[in-house]
């Protein structure tokens, strides 16, 4: 699940970086393009043996969690094993992401409205790096900054790891967490 805001004045935004990994990952593994299904927009595919479902909330941030109500009711189905959030992070500098597989939501609206959702800490997450790499102080506002559209050279940074992101999905995908977490947080 990748987390943005829907609305062509969102498209570039920091906020919406969610959304460019589920597009970059639904070309690269060819899928034949996202419908609409409930308060989302999905892509299904399958990789391997594993069958998966790309999902953009049509939510604003905030209110991402209510893309998961369908979810929560199927009988198999556990966030602690099905489901990787992409979100947009300000506490770690552009060019820079992390994986985890729980913790706080430190302060972003769309993870908080999934836990409210999940009523758990326990998902995965991939957490891709917003605030400028010299000082993360110039941020300021950070309603400003996270709905403000990145710069060329920025923008360029974050498509430059688009093959990493597609790597750490297919791990995850293939055998979970805890092995894309050693592969790829260092």
């Known amino acids: 699940m990748g987390l943005g805001n829907p609305g062509r004045e969102y498209e570039g935004t920091r906020h919406n ?3 460019w990994v589920v597009d970059h990952l639904a070309d690269v593994w060819h899928l034949d393009g996202f419908r609409r299904d409930g308060d989302s927009l999905v892509a299904q595919g399958r ?3 594993t069958q998966f479902r790309l999902v953009k909330p049509q939510t604003y941030m905030n209110l991402s969690g209510q893309a998961l109500k ?8 556990s966030a602690a094993t099905d489901l990787l959030v992409v979100v947009d992070e ?3 500098p552009l060019g820079s992401y992390r994986l985890r597989s729980r913790g706080s939501a430190g302060g972003h609206n769309g993870l908080r409205s999934i836990e409210r959702a999940l009523g758990t800490q326990d998902y995965s997450r991939l957490r891709i790096g917003i605030a400028p790499a010299d000082d993360r102080r110039q941020v300021g506002d ?3 900054f996270v709905l403000g559209a990145f710069g060329k050279t920025e923008r360029s940074e974050i498509i430059t790891l688009m093959p990493r992101f597609t ?3 297919e791990i995850w995908l293939r055998d979970g967490i805890e092995v894309a977490m050693n592969q790829h947080n260092r």
Do not use: H, I, K, S
């Open 17 to 19: 970086v969610g959304w």
């Open 90 to 92: 300000v506490a770690l």
């Open 167 to 169: 790597d750490a999905a």
């Open 70 to 77: 369908p979810y929560l009711r199927r009988p198999f189905w």
């Open 142 to 144: 950070l309603t400003d």
């Open 47 to 49: 990789l391997g043996t």
